[in-house]
Structure formats: structure tokens, C-alpha cells
């Protein structure tokens, strides 16, 4: 699995294809001399990446409330399955890198925003082949139409009366684990094909989805974690940042913003190469590349989505800024 270093370009408003990029889909083989060529891998050792780091005085994170945004449409049942069986260890390592005590919530929504859509879609290049129109027609904003779906529009998706899991670092993360599994994959793989994740991620902290999310997005001492699970780029067509950034930004407005966000994801290798829009969101949270995983190469998932991230993780709350 390979990180690639991309510098973030402007934001992509139209869905004009770019000059075709050669793609090598299959699993890079990583420089010995550097380590793997991966961000998530740092080269250190797994007690070293599981101490919990020290807050600086009056500050680090109370609270962590952990969106994952799942894609929903035909294919994904393979992704889905493979992350859920990565989960147990991956919450129980988070947990361990943690200080006591934080205060956790779990939710997902989808890529979904036309809820019942038998659309069909295709790319080339990393980017879609449909036409504005057409995806505009399958882009329904929640604060001007409501498609009424499970997880759809930045709607939590509920599952066994739950919206949300609410937990704790100091809790058996087993209950957890079992409600997130079902629930990933009862998402399902009948979702739109015009899968818009960036959107997704906005809206989740919009007001127009402030009762169907209620409860679940904290704002002081809270950080959030984004976590895309998707093998297709982006739909989503307003700007990553004038708008699906910002609606995160003034949802995070009181903790500190962009300080108070982690990105990270098991994501199509090309969006990194074309500086498609879902990968210019993920590089707008922070100066560093965000850690992120191939989301073919599923053998790997335990190496992006496991000690190392669960570390990264417990580093930013503890980074989170004094109210």
C-alpha cells in the first residue's frame, strides 16, 4: 500500500475530465531504505506509537465523535465487511493510546444523497463521466429537500434504535464493535451510484441535519474524526472548501476549527494522483498529509486502520486546542 505525497491544488468546480494519469491499481512495493511508502507507517515501533501523549496543560480532548462515511452503492460489500472485521482491534488500540475517561460517540452516514435513485454511473480519469446536470439532479440538499432516507444527505444512519454509540475509553469496546459491524454493513450496497462523501462529511455537521444528528457532534474539547470508506471519487459538486469545509469549520467554530478535525480513510489510490475533490477535502484539515489507505488492497486494512492510526488519533486529542 502506498501513500502518495500530493501538493493540494485549487478546488475542482466542474467535472471536466484531466489529462489521463496511469494507474497502477495494484499494491506498491515499498523503498526498504525509507520504510513503507505509506504516511500511516512512521517507522516506529508499536509500544512507541501506543503511548498516550501527554496534553499540554488545560488542554487535549474530553470528547471524540467519530464519523465514518460510508459508501453505499453496488460493490461495496467487500469493503465494507473488511473494515468491519478490522474494527475490534482497531477501537481496542485507540482505547489503549487514549487517556482515561474520553468520552466517545460512533456514527456513520452515507455517500447517499437521492435516496432510491437507479442511476447508473461510470468514471474515467478519476472523475465522473456524467454530465453537471446529471449530477446535480441526484444532489439533494437537505436544507432544500429532504429524500427521507436511512444515512442519507448527512443523516446519521440508524441502526437498532441507535443513531450513534455513545462509550467510553474506559469501556469493553465489545458492544461497540458488534453494533458498528452490523451496522456498516447494513448500509448496504443500494445507495446512489453518484456517491458524494465530501457532501456527506458537510452536512453531517449542518443545522438542516441538527435533529436527526442531535446529540452526536460535540464542539468544545471535542475533536472530530472523519473517516472515509469509498472506491469511487467524489460527485460532490459545490467547493470542498467555500462549502462542505466550511460547514465543518462553523461546526467546530468554539473548539478551534480545523485543529479540532483528523481526516483519514480507505479511499480510491487515484484520487491522490488527480487532486480529486475528495482528496483535496482530506489535505484541508491539516499542513500534513493525511494518513490513508487503498481501499482495493483490503490484505493491508489492518496496517492503515489499526496501531498507527489509533496513535495519530490519541496525538490529536491531545493536541486539541484550551477552550
Sequence with gaps: ????????????????????????????????STGSGDDSLDG?????????????????????????????????????????????????????ALPPAIDVHVGLTTTDFDAGCDASESTQNCQTNASIEDVNAHYRRPDEDNDMGNGTQGRLFEWAGQRYFETSSDDDPAELSSWFAD??????????????????????????????????????????????LTDEPDKSPESASMVYQQMVLDAKAGCGGADCVF????????????????????????????????????????????????????EACANIPIP
Design 1 to 32: 500500500m502506498a501513500g502518495c505525497s500530493v501538493e493540494p491544488r485549487g478546488d475542482q468546480t466542474t467535472f471536466d475530465n484531466p489529462v489521463s494519469t496511469s494507474l497502477d491499481t495494484g499494491p506498491s512495493t515499498p523503498d526498504p
Design 44 to 96: 516506529t515501533t508499536d509500544e512507541e506509537k501506543l503511548d498516550t501523549p501527554v496534553a499540554p496543560p488545560g488542554g487535549g480532548c474530553e470528547y471524540i465523535d467519530f464519523l465514518f462515511v460510508v459508501d453505499n452503492s453496488a460493490s461495496m460489500q467487500t469493503y465494507q465487511l473488511a473494515l468491519t472485521e478490522e474494527f475490534p482491534s482497531f477501537i481496542t488500540a485507540m482505547y489503549d
Design 183 to 228: 451496522a456498516a454493513v447494513a448500509a448496504g450496497e443500494e445507495g446512489c451510484s453518484f456517491e458524494m462523501p465530501v457532501a456527506a462529511a458537510g452536512f453531517a455537521t449542518h443545522p438542516a441535519n441538527a435533529d436527526a444528528n442531535e446529540g452526536f457532534l460535540r464542539d468544545e474539547s471535542a475533536l472530530l474524526i472523519v473517516f472515509f
Design 263 to 314: 481526516v483519514s480513510g480507505l479511499v480510491p489510490e487515484c484520487i491522490t494522483e488527480n487532486n480529486q475533490k475528495l482528496w483535496q477535502f482530506m489535505n484541508l484539515f491539516d499542513e500534513e498529509e493525511p494518513q490513508w489507505g487503498d481501499i482495493e488492497n483490503t490484505a493491508e486494512y489492518s496496517t492503515i486502520f489499526g496501531d498507527a492510526l489509533a496513535a495519530a488519533i490519541a
